[in-house]
């Protein structure tokens, strides 16, 4: 493997992940692809263009027909527009993969990125190639990947793939060489965390399909320096997950990967579950509903994106819901799920195209779509029961639903643990940026709507600037110089910064602050260690799931989970899992109204995985568990011991 012509990412480069990891999801799960008319199943048919019946045959699995109509739209001599030339390349590479013919399907690449130039760079266009390589012979397919490798003309991401392809190529072939290092050189130049998620992902793919011979050559590679260093953190998960397949070696594999998950700062730590599956290609055909087939039993329907930085939320959050699917089915009932791919442009009309009596909606999980969903009419045709932790304002309760925590549920369990401690004053230390200041209002407001609170004392900071926190510390700290006026401060920043930002109040003496975060601090805390622990005896911050000690709903889904060798269960996952249990006990008809979904969420009793929700006359609210840093982590608090630590300290 060459040496790198030039830095593989030029100044300003971004790129969209673009994983469809829910393809890899069998059993109960439909994916809905985009294309239905309003009327679904009822549109008027209309006659298809040659394009068109392409695409048709593609979707009915007629793949011949499929490759056949596009040789021929490619040779004809006009009548394509540049658009419609780059669909005839798409389609004669998707369906000359699926009949074998690796080198028509190159071919056929070629020609969409001729008619669109830059269309190399999309997810959906290295997939194919890459599985095309694959079937070729090994000289072809190096070949081919070095050619694109060494094209500065070619788009960076995808000489960056060009680069992971030849390697393993050459792994196949017994050559080792310098391919490892070129390909730390190949990540260490991508920039952008979403960047190196794809060149790991890709590393990962191909090595889940590599040889007994090229898995045996680089065995070696990873050693006890570099492991937690790309590519060898990534050889390493795949040889680990290997032995997680074998009995005999399953229990200490596993305990390795959570070691090097802990350590490995993978940008998709997703990996360590398993590679993530490639594109699967759609196509729409004007006036045509898309091949969904019949819906077996009860479904469940979820709203989710399944490309770039959602890849791996949607995932686990479909995950969750096809466990319950599943637990369900095998007593009898069969329940199906659905997602809608809502990266999709017509996945508004997909879900329009389902039969009337799907009520309830999960999703979406981007206020982006639900936007789109509520200009579009969607919101009167189905209740949307979203995940997201604030809907526009008047909307909830009337025009959708929240199925997820608000700030509000974060800021209100901290004051009712602090309140139940006699705390009366309150300091608020915020970063100068829109969530900090956005939820030290927050905390303001609720303190002054509890009652009781007698103190509320406000310093803020420049969030780039670490050289000035200390003085900015200082002006908080001062408040309390002349006697008591705060026994907690509110911290609405990343777990990071906080490491800089606490020793501050320490170095002022200030060493018995209730020290309250965000669930920004789960994020940053999960699988890390926390640098100095002495200081955050008292520190507390908010969260909806219990890993540790698990609800009886949360613990069953770790022990699916685990028999079904998917890694440990998270927050997404119980709110996938959460999500069908409600769907199913909600049990709404096509009649429904705002009125009734209220009663029926206000009435709704479930086994919860995570923390239960609440509603009241349809807004919700999470009754969050309250957890504290710890030495590799965090746990949930308890009571009593903070209690008496709280106590101790201010005796």
């Not at 020793?503 to 975060?517: C, D, I």
């Amino acid at each position: 493997m060459t040496a790198l012509p030039k830095p593989l990412w030029p100044a300003g480069f971004g790129l969209v992940l673009f994983f469809l990891f829910l393809t890899s999801l069998n059993g109960c799960i439909k994916h809905i692809l985009p294309g239905t008319a309003e009327g679904g199943d009822h549109a008027s048919p209309v006659m298809l263009n040659p394009l068109d019946e392409g695409r048709s045959a593609f979707l009915k699995g007629d793949y011949g027909n499929a490759e056949a109509i596009a040789l021929r739209l490619l040779a004809s001599e006009g009548g394509l527009s540049t658009q419609d030339r780059a669909e005839a390349g798409r389609l004669l590479a998707a369906s000359a993969l699926h009949n074998n013919h690796p080198s028509v399907a190159v071919s056929g690449l070629d020609s969409w990125k001729d008619a669109e130039p830059g269309a190399d760079a999309r997810k959906e266009w290295q997939d194919i190639w890459c599985r095309a390589l694959r079937s070729l012979s090994s000289h072809d397919a190096r070949t081919r990947a070095d050619d694109v490798y060494q094209d500065a003309a070619r788009p960076s991401i995808t000489r960056a793939i060009a680069g992971v392809v030849l390697a393993v190529r050459q792994w196949e072939d017994k050559e080792l060489g310098q391919s490892p290092a070129a390909l730390e050189s190949i990540y260490a130049s991508a920039h952008k965390r979403e960047d190196k998620a794809l060149i790991e992902g890709r590393l990962a793919m191909e090595l889940k399909r590599a040889s007994p011979e090229a898995v045996a050559l680089i065995s070696f590679v990873p050693t006890p320096e570099n492991r937690i260093r790309f590519p060898y953190n990534i050889i390493l998960i795949d040889a680990l997950l290997r032995q997680t397949r074998d009995q005999a070696t399953r229990q200490e594999a596993e305990a390795a990967l959570d070691s090097l998950n802990k350590e490995a700062r993978l940008a998709d730590t997703s990996l360590f579950n398993g590679a993530p599956a490639e594109s699967a290609l759609s196509f729409h055909v004007a006036g045509q509903a898309p091949p969904l087939g019949p819906i077996a039993g009860k479904p469940v329907v979820l709203i989710l994106p399944q490309g770039g930085q959602y890849t791996a939320i949607s995932g686990k959050i479909a995950m969750g819901a096809r466990i319950v699917c599943d637990e369900i089915s095998a007593t009898g009932n069969t329940v199906s799920l659905i997602v809608i791919d809502s990266d999709q442009p017509d996945w508004i009309a997909s879900v329009n195209a389902l039969p009337k009596n799907i009520t309830i909606i999960g999703g979406p999980l981007r206020r982006d779509d639900y936007v789109r969903a509520k200009s579009q009419g969607l919101t009167q045709r189905r209740a949307l029961l979203t995940f997201l932790p604030k809907l526009e304002d008047g909307d909830e309760g009337r025009v959708a639903w929240r199925f997820f925590s608000s700030a509000q549920d974060q800021v209100d369990s901290l004051l009712a643990f602090t309140s139940r401690l006699g705390i009366r004053g309150y300091g608020l230390f915020y970063p100068e940026e829109n969530f900090g200041q956005r939820m030290s209002a927050l905390f303001e407001e609720r303190a002054n709507a509890l009652g009781g609170v007698k103190k509320i004392v406000k310093a803020s900071y420049a969030p780039g600037d670490s050289n000035n926190w200390m003085a900015a510390a200082s002006n908080l700290v001062s408040a309390n110089n002349a006697g008591t006026s705060f026994q907690a401060v509110f911290l609405p920043d990343t777990w990071k910064n906080m490491e800089a930002i606490v020793p501050n109040f320490f170095y002022y003496n200030e060493t018995r602050q209730v020290l309250m975060g965000t669930s920004l601090w789960e994020q940053g805390l999960a699988g890390n260690s926390v640098m100095s622990p002495q200081y955050y005896g008292l520190a507390i911050f908010p969260g909806s799931w219990n890993s540790a000690r698990p609800t009886a709903a949360g613990e069953k889904l770790q022990s699916s989970l685990a028999a079904a060798g998917k890694g440990p269960a998270d927050f997404w996952v119980g709110l996938g899992a959460d999500f069908a249990r409600a769907s199913i006990a909600l049990g709404l008809n096509e009649q429904w109204t705002p009125e009734n979904v209220n009663a029926a969420l206000q009435g709704i009793s479930i086994d919860w995985s995570m923390a239960p929700i609440r509603w009241r006359e349809g807004v919700a609210t999470q009754q969050m568990m309250i957890f504290t840093p710890r030495q590799g982590g965090f746990e949930e608090v308890s009571w009593e011991n903070f209690q008496r630590a709280f106590a101790e300290a201010w005796r």
